[in-house]
């Protein structure tokens, strides 16, 4: 019994550990939720606005250009996916490549060949593992972004639309990433980045109650456009990096505060079966105690006569 009694000790001793460290990551995320969240808001605004312009320039002109004019028989696509650095966060990254993948399919059905670009260290292992082409990818920053990863990020993605697909270059650009919505929801989802729906954009725009401004460029509607695209692509991304990050955060709370319960749960049940087993060696103790004090008596009874 006493070796049975010192294996519970040590199992609580160990998940009372692993308590504190869940429950300190659990209140470290929660702090970085706030802060992200004030990013993913403060961003919202240009982002918007950034398309607006762009939907408004493009609507006011001909110009054929690769931010505003789809291929006639689109060929390649380039995926953004957005997952993260680390772990203990659900299933976040998951769900994400899961989208990819079911985004993936969805293209190649189309018959466009797709270029993958990554952007966390749990995505590329995937793909890794796998063996899968990979164009490029980017580690070290998904819990916290800034504009110039945004930047990095949106070079070679650039480069890539304005390059003809015979030279390599893609017709279409999408982006995967998790969606912040709120502290409990968080949606993977998938979006057609380039070339730019301006469908989608004025109906948007009437539903709103909004009226297109109309522009007169200087040069030109094709340098206006040129000047934006990188711009466009940057906002859209870092966008994005900071809903993910938001999203990143969320996931990994939660998922604390559940092994922060489920350790709580473990160490109760753990202390009842300890509190038996001593009661048990307490129980047998006692027992041999008055066994042996009868033997004792009986022996001297016996001697007597």
Excluded: C
Excluded at 111 to 138: L, M, N, Q
Excluded at 175 to 198: H, K, W
Aim: cysteine-free; glycine content about 6%; hydrophobic content about 40%.
């Amino acid at each position: 019994m006493g070796a049975q009694l010192r294996v519970y000790k040590r199992r609580i001793q160990a998940v009372t550990a692993t308590k504190k460290i869940t429950k300190a990551m659990e209140m470290i995320a929660a702090s970085r939720i706030v802060k992200a969240q004030r990013k993913v808001a403060a961003s919202m605004p240009y982002a918007t606005e950034l398309t607006r312009a762009v939907t408004a320039v493009a609507t006011g002109s001909n110009t054929k250009h690769p931010l505003t004019t789809e291929a006639e028989a689109p060929a390649r696509a380039a995926v953004l996916l957005l997952t993260s650095d680390r772990g203990l966060a659900g299933g976040y990254s998951s769900n994400a490549i899961k989208t990819a993948e079911r985004l993936r399919e969805r293209l190649a059905a189309e018959g466009k060949e797709v270029d993958t670009y990554i952007v966390g260290r749990k995505g590329v292992a995937y793909y890794g593992f796998r063996e899968r082409k990979v164009s490029e990818s980017w580690t070290g920053f998904t819990d916290s972004p800034e504009y110039s990863d945004a930047k990095k990020i949106a070079e070679p993605l650039i480069a890539s639309i304005q390059k003809d697909t015979a030279e390599g270059g893609v017709d279409e650009l999408h982006i995967v990433f998790t969606e912040f919505v709120s502290m409990m929801t968080q949606n993977a989802v998938d979006g057609r980045m380039l070339p730019l729906s301006l469908d989608k954009g004025e109906e948007e725009s009437t539903e709103k109650g909004e009226i297109l401004p109309l522009f007169e460029f200087e040069p030109s509607a094709e340098d206006v456009l040129d000047a934006l695209l990188p711009r466009y692509v940057e906002s859209r991304i870092y966008n994005a990096l900071l809903q993910a990050a938001a999203s990143e955060h969320a996931a990994r709370r939660r998922a604390m505060k559940s092994a922060t319960d489920n350790a709580g749960d473990l160490i109760k049940s753990l202390s009842r079966l300890a509190n038996a087993a001593r009661q048990a060696e307490i129980t047998q103790e006692i027992s041999e105690i008055v066994g042996g004090a009868g033997a004792l008596a009986d022996a001297s009874a016996g001697s007597d006569k």
